[in-house]
């Protein structure tokens, strides 16, 4: 937990701390024969013409990559995100369908 014992990031949380990689050690800490990132995937859609007033229903979606290893203020900064995939549509593909683009 964070200082004032309130979850405010990711790394905060048991999970991450306690993690381990294949060779047991933690898989957070950092050493010198590599370097150890954590990742978030993210889909989101969106209409792109913008509004429903033109009365079209089109959504493309998107699929990003933030490394979570980076300080939360600079994480979510385009210059930091990854854009890993656009789904382009015409509509949002069904549960079983998202699976052939991730």
Not at 11 to 27: H, V
Not at 37 to 59: H, Q
């Amino acid at each position: 937990m964070g200082q004032s014992g309130i979850l405010a990031d990711i790394w905060d949380g048991s999970i991450f701390k306690n993690f381990k990689g294949a060779d047991g050690q933690l898989f957070s800490e950092q050493r010198e024969d590599g370097l150890h990132l954590v990742f978030a995937i993210s889909v989101d859609w969106f209409n792109p013409y913008m509004n429903k007033a033109a009365r079209i229903s089109r959504s493309v979606g998107v699929i990003s990559l933030v490394c979570l290893n980076i300080p939360p203020a600079e994480r979510y900064k385009y210059e930091n995100m990854y854009l890993a995939g656009i789904m382009p549509g015409p509509q949002e593909p069904k549960p079983h369908e998202l699976d052939h683009f991730l």
